[in-house]
């Protein structure tokens, strides 16, 4: 009996339910082939059902796609809707709740995509970024004291727990071991300025490192790795950072793999549910045009599917990407793709 | 009578001396041009010292460098002291006792020098970042609960009050008016995650706004800007943020300006006394071999010239500086210029 796999759909904001729509073609298509099913459940959380309802993720959902195999997210942002209140009702309540406390995001540039840097190439720009998830800046803490005085006082706490640090940390060692490419596993901090926080960070890294011998520890500032990302792609292998840090370092990372065309990420809980996504925005100018460029959607269903244990239909996908990519799209911007978002979607599916 | 500066030199670490000694050369051959005289009185501080003494800085020295008109500063950094001792103890103690509230950043490409940027010219790379200097996660406010234990918890907390928050802006606003290049001031913040720290920044920003309002106002999270930064630096005039992505996108600038050889820094107390640096570490490696580039510490010259209200001065410096690089630098890299250190100084001495 074919295996079968539960799927929530979140289409979300903007451009977002056009490039899933696409991603769902490729989805179905590799999964005829390989031989397993995807049931889908579609979800409507998003800027519009905020206007609508005052509401952002009610907690009934959160047990509903608590049961799901994996999520598969669009985008989530609204023009109309206050900076701030989606991302971290919608975005950030899912990743937390569910306890996603990986965001990894494998920067590849493939061939034919054009990058802003000089003398690089894809030998070049392939490394992985393993981003803590749950903690750090992101959880919220802090506070306003004699706020709209001219005393006032405004606090944004960092929060890192030895458990959440660990588990990270362990599941980016594994990761590089895994990955065997160089074993190198770089620590991207700032333990010269953030004493505490990067203090934990750092004595938990080298105390896991006595566990995984075959791995070579390296150390960064962030600073510095932004600089080398930019000077020297090639020196990484597998980088791993807090939340904060890895927000940063990931956008640096797409751009240099390509742009919000191309780059993906997941948000995984080993032990549970896991969520892929397109990193771009929900791009509203571009909704409904049919312009949007899909891939970034297709390679987080990529994703989607390595981490449910469908490595070769995951392989498949990437291979029809890579192969579009050098013989048939002009570019990865809106507009210029040289094809339209559901053509892209359509030739991925046929060379899969 | 000429007028006479009394300036604080510390060469510190590495290569930190080597590069100061073209600097001044450089200052005191332009101060004989212009008519006016500098009084330097050089202070060891830094590696060799904590090493021997165990002594960062202490508060004598703090009052005497408090009453000079300017500090010029080499590197800190040893590659026998723990990361943080000597950065904390020195370069971040005299930015917050001497209440240098802006970091001060030119990311400009000048005409000879390589970028890794695709596409990008002189014309494209042009921007000035403005960086909040005494507050943020850098004012060392955290702390650790149950170390060392699998509970351990460790807090590292950014702080940022309506008046230092205000005073960066303000400075940043000015600033942007005098330049007059675009008349575009962008705050770089995370208003979506941080909704402490950037409300108040946010907050403040539009407030000012309105005595500004000559100056077109932009926002963009601090992810985003280090996209842009790479993809389209030319969007850019002012950016203004806080201490932390200040360093980063700071970095990220220096990189695409051609690197730690020519990127300075001031550090600047507009009622108080400033500090003016290269940016780059002190390159233990390199120290005393005569072949690390000092155009940063000459640059860093030029900020302090400027500061101090030599501003022909400090446009000769420029104009040297330029006409070097185009004409004999033959790259910015340590042993790769075609010349030695004092070679690029007695040039630039030369030329201005
Ligand atoms: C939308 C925003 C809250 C989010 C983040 O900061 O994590 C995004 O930038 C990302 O990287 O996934
Ligand atoms: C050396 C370090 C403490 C410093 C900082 O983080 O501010 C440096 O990176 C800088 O940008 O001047």
Chains 1, 2 share one sequence.
Not at 18 to 43: D, M, P, Q
Not at 153 to 170: D, F, H, P, Y
Not at 185 to 194: A, I
């Amino acid at each position: 009996m074919a295996k079968t796999y539960q799927i929530a759909v979140i289409p979300g904001d903007g451009t977002g339910p056009e490039v899933i729509r696409e991603g769902v073609k490729v989805l179905e298509a590799v999964s005829v082939k390989h031989g397993f099913k995807l049931e889908l459940e579609e979800f409507d959380f998003g800027g519009e059902r905020y206007k609508r309802t005052g509401e952002t993720l009610p907690d009934s959902a959160l047990n509903e796609l608590s049961k799901k195999d994996a999520i598969y997210l669009g985008a989530i942002g609204h023009p109309d809707v206050k900076p701030g209140i989606l991302e971290k009702g919608i975005l950030l309540k899912l990743r937390f709740a569910l306890d996603q406390y990986i965001n990894l995001r494998p920067v590849k540039l493939y061939e034919g995509v054009y990058t802003p840097l000089k003398d690089k190439g894809p030998a070049d720009i392939d490394f992985v970024v393993i981003r803590e998830n749950t903690e750090g800046l992101y959880t919220g803490a802090g506070g306003f004291l004699k706020k709209g005085t001219p005393d006032e006082i405004a606090i944004q706490e960092s929060i890192n727990t030895r458990k959440g640090v660990e588990r990270c940390l362990r599941y980016a060692f594994e990761y590089c071991r895994k990955r065997n490419k160089k074993k190198e596993l770089l620590l991207c901090g700032k333990t010269n300025v953030l004493t505490y926080a990067f203090d934990l960070w750092e004595r938990t890294f080298h105390e896991l490192a006595q566990e995984y011998t075959d791995i070579k520890i390296q150390y960064a500032h962030v600073d510095a790795t932004c600089m080398w990302m930019v000077k020297n792609p090639e020196w990484f292998d597998v980088i791993v950072t807090d939340n904060m840090f890895g927000d940063i370092i990931t956008d640096l990372g797409a751009i240099i793999q390509g742009g919000m065309g191309i780059a993906a990420g997941a948000n995984i809980n080993p032990e549970g549910v896991s969520m892929f996504e397109p990193i771009g925005g929900s791009a509203p100018k571009y909704a409904g045009k049919n312009m949007i460029n899909p891939l970034a959607a297709i390679c987080a269903g990529q994703m989607m599917l390595e981490t449910l244990g469908e490595e070769r239909a995951a392989a498949d996908v990437e291979q029809a990407v890579m192969k579009a990519l050098k013989k048939d799209i002009k570019s990865l911007s809106a507009g210029k793709m040289g094809m339209s978002t559901s053509e892209v979607g359509d030739l991925i599916a046929k060379y899969v």
